[in-house]
């Protein structure tokens, strides 16, 4: 089935400076990579996907890039706020239709 | 329009008892999904239904059940609890499933402890 690594497992930047989150994948036939955010205590929800016929995507302070040979995707959120404070994960499917997440990172925004 | 909706939001089990877990969507989803989330572990598949009638396993479903009543309903169940699935279960719906596209909606969880 798909492996999917994430790192780091946690993060700490200063508000207003940029978060980087990097995913590896293992089925080179997964085209479609989703990112959801948990804030604490709640359900996840999507804040983001890229398909696998584009290498990058936006919207507004946050995005997505992919490198298809490479096996890997990264979330960047610049100029972050408090309020992105929360654990952020990617996913990506295998051959099944089956979603395998990453173990999730942990960002914290300080004031 | 509430979404996904899960039952109960906390449930304390002894070790060999039994409960079911209750999903339930409203946005006409054919695909829903069951995933457990331990800490560090992120989110596991457990169960899946890719239509109503139709079940698979996913990457853990050892020790659960489950039930695709309807297309809006699809129930956990654990027929005999054990402390290793003390974890937080996750309920999710997305229109299909498919490897191209599949936003999935989750539910508020259930927080289960097994003791």
């Known amino acids: 089935g798909e492996n999917v690594e994430q790192h780091p497992s946690t993060l700490s930047v200063q508000e207003g400076d940029s978060a980087v989150i990097k995913c590896t994948y293992s089925d080179s036939a997964s085209n479609y990579f989703p990112w959801y955010k948990q804030e604490l205590g709640k359900r996840p929800q999507l804040i983001i996907d890229?398909?696998?016929?584009?290498g990058e995507k936006k919207d507004q302070r946050i995005a997505v890039t992919l490198n298809k040979t490479a096996k890997h995707f990264s979330l960047h959120i610049t100029e972050t706020q408090p309020e992105d404070s929360a654990v952020y994960f990617c996913a990506a499917p295998n051959t099944g239709n089956q979603f395998y997440f990453g173990t999730g990172t942990s960002l914290t925004v300080i004031p | 329009n509430a979404g996904v909706t899960q039952t109960p939001k906390f449930q304390v089990l002894k070790t060999g008892q039994s409960m079911t877990l209750q999903c339930a969507q409203d946005m006409n989803h054919n695909s829903m999904y069951w995933y457990r989330q331990d800490p560090g572990m992120g989110l596991r598949l457990i169960y899946y239904?890719?239509?109503?009638?139709?079940?698979d396993k996913g990457e853990v479903p050892n020790g659960y059940n489950v039930s695709r009543l309807n297309k809006r309903e699809f129930s956990l169940r654990l027929e005999s609890a054990a402390p290793s699935q003390t974890s937080v279960y996750f309920c999710a719906s997305s229109e299909e499933v498919s490897r191209f596209y599949n936003e999935q909606f989750f539910g508020p969880g259930t927080r289960l402890t097994v003791l």
């Open positions: 239904s890719a239509s109503e009638g139709t079940t």
């Open positions: 890229i398909r696998s016929n584009v």
